[in-house]
């Protein structure tokens, strides 16, 4: 909704996956969750066992921390948020991480396994931490919803962005148009 100008304040009812509510805090896990039968179900582990150390390695909040969550584009926000949250393209990503680390040159080191991408990969992580993240998608945003396999996503947590804004301006006078015009690239006599 958010990627076509639409806002949704998100109660748990609104949600359309148990697993990124009670992960967001909205509300506890169901136990077909819990105990990973819903997992085996869907071909996502090998084993039970797999899957109950998925779920016990992730972020969560606690149960009833959250009362829910507003999914909106960042210029029509009507609160301040705690995560931006970007979907795009793969080179868009790397130049959101040169950005993000234009002045420091820091490496990022991103946790990310692919299950539970936007709830804890690119909501959580970031929200808990304070650091940015990277994901690749997870089976739920890709099944639910009209995401494209081109594309990847990011979390921001609201702090890092002037700092990522103006290093994106800065590569934007040289570094990105230079590497769009493949200038490393022999003349092609």
């Known amino acids: 909704a958010a990627r076509r100008g639409g806002s949704l304040l998100m109660t748990a009812g609104y949600h359309s996956c148990a697993d990124g ?22 071909g996502k582990v090998a084993s039970v066992e797999a899957a109950k150390r998925m779920v016990s390695e992730r972020l969560t909040l606690p149960e009833g921390s959250i009362r829910a969550t507003l999914v909106t584009p960042l210029a029509a926000a009507v609160m301040k948020p705690d995560v931006v949250a970007v979907m795009a393209p793969p ?3 790397m130049w959101l991480c040169l950005a993000s680390t234009f002045y420091t040159g820091r490496r990022h080191t991103f946790k990310m396994s692919s299950y ?24 739920g945003c890709r099944a639910s919803s009209d995401i494209g396999d081109d594309m990847m996503f990011m979390g921001i947590p609201l702090s890092h962005l002037p700092s990522l804004v103006e290093g994106l301006e800065r590569l934007e006078k040289k570094a990105i148009p230079d590497s769009r015009a493949k200038i490393y690239l022999p003349p092609l006599v």
């Open 21 to 42: 509510t009670s992960i967001l805090g909205l509300t506890g896990i169901p136990p077909n969750l819990a105990g990973g039968d819903v997992y085996i179900k869907l």
């Open 116 to 139: 539970n991408a936007q709830c804890v990969e690119t909501t959580l992580f970031p929200y808990t931490t304070g650091e940015i993240n990277m994901s690749l998608g997870c089976y």
């Open 91 to 93: 080179e868009s990503m």
